[in-house]
């Protein structure tokens, strides 16, 4: 991969993971330097509220906010380790071939880890 390309790479990388830990925001807060980082919240209502119905809405809603918490937990994770490869030198090749991860593949995701042909196994 020449160097241009990369460049433009960790852009989109670095744009993708800004807007991944805003939507994290809005679902958990971050919690620095522990694992795991983020932790899901139950966002809009009351803290102290006797309502039952209240109660289990804000559950409700905390679990949901679990959910979507790890899945773009997950996204970011993948964002990071493709900067990470972006710094040595091993981004856009496939984990499984060795090959180059086609740009077509790379462009709609640039966190991919395979190639078109291997990205079912990995
Ligand atoms: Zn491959």
């Known amino acids: 991969m020449i160097k241009k390309d990369t ?4 852009e989109k990388l670095e744009k993708e993971k800004k807007i991944l830990e805003d939507e994290l925001g809005t679902v958990g807060q971050k919690r620095d330097g522990k694992d795991p980082a983020w932790e899901a919240t ?12 209240e109660v289990a809405d804000k559950l409700e809603e905390l679990e949901e906010n679990e ?7 997950k ?4 964002v990071k380790a493709a900067l990470e490869r972006i710094e040595n030198d091993t981004f856009g090749i496939c984990e499984i071939s060795g090959g180059p991860i086609e740009n077509d593949r790379l462009e709609a995701n640039p966190s991919a880890r395979t190639c078109v ?6």
């Open 42 to 53: 139950s966002g809009t209502m009351e803290v102290d509220t006797a309502d039952e119905n």
């Open 75 to 78: 996204q970011l994770n993948e």
């Open 117 to 122: 042909k291997h990205m079912n196994q990995h």
């Open 7 to 10: 460049q433009y790479f960790k």
């Open 67 to 73: 959910l979507i918490l790890g899945q773009l937990e």
